[in-house]
């Protein structure tokens, strides 16, 4: 969808107009948009980060866990979970824990229903993502997250799909 305003002309509107009709804009998007309503407590404190994140780890967590398996997860809308948490500029250790729980409940899907192709890409892909992310701001894995991305290698290598060398160089540096 193409916008009709350039960020700068959107800040000029914001500016020229009236404090009752932004305050007004904003109550209506905090009313309509969960999104926006979500992004503006984080902006006026009434919610933290962490619970966020907590959020964003039990949406992922419902996602590969339902009550009873109609259809297949779509891996497109649980990964916005970690998109949209990054519109809230965490920190890359929060980021970095929402994509392990990602690859984790993904991992133990795959473990108990198989899937198709694009689920093990995407583990591979976002496994990958998680050990670079980790390597980039220096933060180390502790033992049990250590553990749980090698059980999640062993589970991707069981199936054919094996990570680049040097995510697995990577991995034994960040141990």
Same mark, same amino acid.
């Given at each position: 969808?193409?916008?009709?305003?350039?960020? %700068?002309?959107?800040?000029?509107?914001?500016? %020229?107009?009236?404090?009752?009709?932004?305050?007004?804009?904003?109550?209506?998007?905090?009313?309509n948009n969960t999104d926006a309503s979500r *992004?503006?407590?984080?902006?006026?404190?009434?919610?933290?980060?962490? !619970?966020?994140?907590?959020?964003?780890? %039990?949406?992922?967590?419902? !996602?590969?866990?339902?009550?009873?398996?109609? *259809?297949?997860?779509? @891996?497109? %809308?649980?990964? =916005?979970?970690? =998109?949209?948490f990054k519109k809230f500029k965490p920190s890359?250790? *929060?980021?970095?824990?929402?994509? @392990?729980?990602?690859?984790?409940?993904? !991992?133990?899907?795959?473990?108990?229903?198989?899937?198709?192709?694009?689920?093990?890409?995407?583990?591979?892909?976002?496994?990958?993502?998680?050990?670079?992310?980790?390597?980039?701001?220096?933060? !180390?894995?502790?033992?049990?997250?250590?553990?749980?991305?090698?059980?999640?290698?062993?589970?991707?290598?069981?199936?054919?799909?094996?990570?680049?060398?040097?995510?697995? *160089?990577e991995l034994d540096y960040l141990s």
């Open positions: 969808m193409r916008k009709n305003l350039t960020i %700068k002309e959107l800040r000029h509107a914001i500016r %020229k107009s009236q404090h009752e009709d932004i305050e007004d804009l904003l109550v209506n998007l905090y009313k *992004q503006i407590e984080i902006f006026f404190q009434a919610r933290s980060l962490d !619970a966020e994140l907590m959020e964003a780890k %039990k949406r992922i967590y419902k !996602a590969f866990h339902p009550k009873n398996l109609v *259809q297949v997860p779509n @891996l497109t %809308k649980i990964k =916005s979970n970690i =998109s949209d890359a250790y *929060q980021i970095t824990e929402l994509q @392990l729980t990602y690859i984790t409940n993904l !991992a133990e899907f795959l473990d108990s229903y198989d899937g198709p192709d694009s689920y093990y890409n995407s583990l591979l892909s976002v496994t990958s993502t998680l050990v670079y992310d980790r390597k980039r701001a220096n933060i !180390a894995f502790d033992k049990q997250e250590i553990n749980s991305v090698n059980a999640i290698i062993n589970i991707l290598k069981d199936f054919g799909w094996y990570p680049d060398d040097r995510v697995l *160089q």
